[in-house]
């Protein structure tokens, strides 16, 4: 293995670990030691990459906003066009599904609400508030949400459950399961989408 | 001052101080020896009322839940009788009210959702959840919901955005503004609510 393949690898590891770490016992208590061990590199590795605890929070914090960004460019290649309702509910199923699957990008999200995480560094659950404000506007200006209803609204209302969701689904993963998504979105839809859409709850 | 009101008073200063201490650098990392020098009490003597930093956590949670339960009863009290869902409406303003100015009962909040601090203790947010499932149950049967809408469904919904707005509003205040309460329950209660019930979504 060459040497920058080598070092991707090794960066990659540590990712993963610090966001297991993270996501486990919290930014303050989350040992550099352990992270270091479980990532199978030495402690001198660690600070090479990353010269300070702070500097690997961002990283995470910074890999997990770029899942995110995946996340919501998959289901927009794939949801049919023009219809950004059908997208919001596509975003949602596989937001939570790559929740559970991706603990770096759960680490994003747990790290943004980590009071003792130094602040400023947080991106993750900010792009998805202003992805969803930005959605339901399109969705307003394109005739889909119900008439007189406000999209600010709505999209504040819909990020902080998405938010509540995922704080919730820490203790409990039935909150951030595909059966509570597909509920969420069979009791919201018809409330704010315009007339009969053919809107699927359960994802498109 | 007898002996037992200096005890009374040390406790309740050492609540609040460790609630300062919790909220604002997470569990973790708060010290004991800086919590008992903000209550102006020695060390020793907060090892006296709290042998643990987990005891100082779990008490200063059976505060915040007792403060959510006064919060839940004033309302009770005072919400024109039988209409259930003016009363989640009026909570959801105390309730916000409360957050911005009691410290303890942020606190109880915060340390539910804080990775660092030792399980099992939390007990605020899952008094919430089951007040609001039971009140939208009891509004359910008092057929104030809409017809067809699932009770259970709307208070999930409901609990996921109340923890979503509190997450939201430790960075930013606007989350768990009375500004924000109102036009949350603006945009809710004409989609949850039977026919016109005169309900004021700015509390009553």
Redesign the interface.
């Known amino acids: 293995m060459v040497k920058q393949e080598r070092a991707v690898r090794t960066r990659k590891a540590l990712l993963g670990a610090a966001a297991d770490g993270f ?7 989350a040992s550099l030691l352990d992270i270091s061990r479980q990532a199978g590199v030495t402690s001198g590795a660690l600070h090479f990459h990353f010269p300070t605890k702070a500097a690997l929070a961002s990283a995470v914090m910074a890999a997990a906003a770029q899942r995110l960004r995946e996340v919501v460019q998959r289901c927009e290649t794939r949801t049919r066009s023009g219809d950004a309702l059908q997208l919001l509910v596509d975003v949602g199923h596989e937001l939570t599904l790559a929740m559970r699957e991706d603990a770096v990008l759960r680490a994003g999200f ?1 790290l943004d ?4 995480c130094p ?1 400023g560094i ?1 991106e993750v ?1 900010s792009f998805l508030g202003r992805w969803i404000t930005a959605t339901l506007d399109r969705a307003d200006r394109a005739g889909e949400l119900r008439q007189g ?2 999209a600010d ?2 999209a ?2 819909v ?7 995922q ?2 689904g ?2 409990d993963p039935a ?1 951030v399961s595909r059966r ?1 998504q597909t ?2 979105w ?3 839809l018809p ?1 704010i989408a315009a007339g009969h859409r053919g809107l699927d709850a359960a994802g498109s």
Do not use: H, I, K
Request: charged share 20%; hydrophobic share 40%.
């Open positions: 996501s486990r016992e919290g930014y303050a208590p747990d609400g980590d009071p003792g602040r947080g659950s209803l406000p609204q709505v504040r209302a990020f902080a459950c998405t938010v509540g969701f704080m919730l820490r203790r909150w509570m509920r969420f069979a009791l919201v409330q």
